[in-house]
């Protein structure tokens, strides 16, 4: 079974950056695209960010455009979201997910597209 584990959540305050991070299996880095989802209280869990197995391809939501950057490393075997300007809107439980699919050529939106979830990583930004 593959095992995501979410790092680098914490208390910021607004307009302030993090840094979180996501270690993934030989699978999630190897062949297949990740995503990194969101859930505020009361929410459903929404897109965030995501990337292909190989990088050619990266979405983000229309909320963090210009303000996140989403990264895969090779050696280091994890998936980075670099988070700046936030504000308390993005205030929720961050997770990070595994495509469905290998050698997919995009990346999927949908969480239904996602079939292994790291347990997430609180962030919360205060005014």
């Given at each position: 079974?593959v095992q995501l584990v979410?790092?680098?959540?914490?208390?910021?305050?607004?307009?302030?950056?993090?840094?979180?991070?996501?270690?993934?299996?030989?699978?999630?880095?190897?062949?297949?695209?990740?995503?990194?989802?969101?859930?505020?209280?009361?929410?459903?869990?929404?897109?965030?960010?995501?990337?292909?197995?190989?990088?050619?391809?990266?979405?983000?939501?229309?909320?963090?455009?210009?303000?996140?950057?989403?990264?895969?490393?090779?050696?280091?075997?994890?998936?980075?979201?670099?988070?700046?300007?936030?504000?308390?809107?993005?205030?929720?439980?961050?997770?990070?997910?595994?495509?469905?699919?290998?050698?997919?050529?995009?990346?999927?939106?949908?969480?239904?597209?996602?079939?292994?979830?790291?347990?997430?990583?609180q962030v919360t930004v205060?005014?």
């Amino acid at each position: 079974q593959v095992q995501l584990v979410e790092s680098g959540g914490g208390l910021v305050q607004a307009g302030g950056s993090l840094r979180l991070s996501c270690a993934a299996s030989e699978r999630t880095f190897s062949a297949y695209a990740m995503g990194w989802f969101r859930q505020a209280p009361g929410k459903e869990r929404e897109f965030v960010a995501g990337i292909s197995w190989n990088g050619d391809w990266i979405n983000y939501a229309d909320s963090v455009k210009g303000r996140f950057t989403i990264s895969r490393g090779n050696v280091q075997k994890s998936v980075a979201l670099q988070m700046n300007s936030l504000n308390p809107e993005d205030t929720a439980v961050y997770y990070c997910a595994t495509d469905r699919s290998s050698f997919r050529r995009g990346v999927p939106t949908s969480r239904v597209e996602y079939d292994y979830w790291g347990q997430g990583t609180q962030v919360t930004v205060s005014s």
